[in-house]
């Protein structure tokens, strides 16, 4: 069974801090993952997505994700945060083989906090 | 923009009314999902659309009614709801169903169920 733990409910950090979210998942087969941020009264925006390949992905607005297999995990990483990061951030996982159907899975969500 | 419209963007209904949720793409996409966000509560998906054909029905109740029309609209239509179905209803889009592809999401639409 596919399934994400994002086991920080917020971090807080302040702005010009580099900032690190948590992300562990669980899949039968090869994992596709995914981050998400959702600012207030909007919908979720892409950021990033690992598939295959080099295991630090580059994405929007200057985040990163990196890849570690061995401990199953696929942190968001920020070398500086800005205050309009804050935002609820999301870590998303699909089976590369199919077993979960069509379905992806996300996590809970992690709210991040930037103090100026 | 994500390229993806939800209209309305805020609804509240009593226990006994019929409302329709609509979304739109502009992308150009194959695949169109409906998820359900509750507080505090990760997100649940709902249904899949795949080139207008349903492929994905998660254990939804059968008051929640979804149609694709066209692979650019769906809809989410709602009779008899409950107050805990009260949650932002969000649409999204892919390229296709293939598990690599990104999705696109629309702003929501706020629920209300008194």
């Known amino acids: 069974a596919q399934s994400v733990a994002q086991p920080e409910d917020q971090v807080n950090v302040a702005e010009g801090n580099p900032l690190t979210v948590k992300c562990t998942y669980s899949v039968s087969g090869n994992p596709y993952l995914f981050w998400y941020v959702q600012y207030p009264n909007r919908g979720l925006q892409f950021l990033l997505k690992?598939?295959?390949?080099?295991?630090l992905v580059k994405g929007s607005y200057g985040f990163e994700a990196e890849f570690n297999k061995s401990q199953t995990s696929f942190h968001l990483k920020k070398p500086s945060a800005l205050v309009s990061d804050s935002a609820l951030y999301f870590c998303a996982v699909r089976d590369g083989i199919g077993t979960g159907g069509f379905k992806t899975i996300f996590g809970a969500g992690t709210r991040l906090f930037v103090k100026a | 923009e994500t390229g993806v419209t939800q209209t309305p963007r805020h609804l509240v209904m009593g226990m006994t009314n019929k409302k329709s949720l609509k979304c739109e793409q502009h992308l150009g996409h194959n695949a169109m999902y409906w998820y359900k966000q509750s507080a505090k509560k990760p997100l649940e998906l709902m249904f899949v659309y795949s080139l207008e054909e349903r492929v994905e029905n998660n254990s939804v109740p059968s008051r929640f009614s979804p149609e694709c029309p066209n692979s650019s609209h769906l809809f989410l239509h709602l009779h008899t709801l409950q107050p805990e179905d009260s949650a932002l209803y969000l649409c999204a889009s892919s390229q296709d169903v293939s598990p690599h592809n990104e999705q696109f999401f629309g702003p929501g639409t706020r629920l209300t169920v008194l």
């Open positions: 690992y598939i295959t390949g080099d295991n």
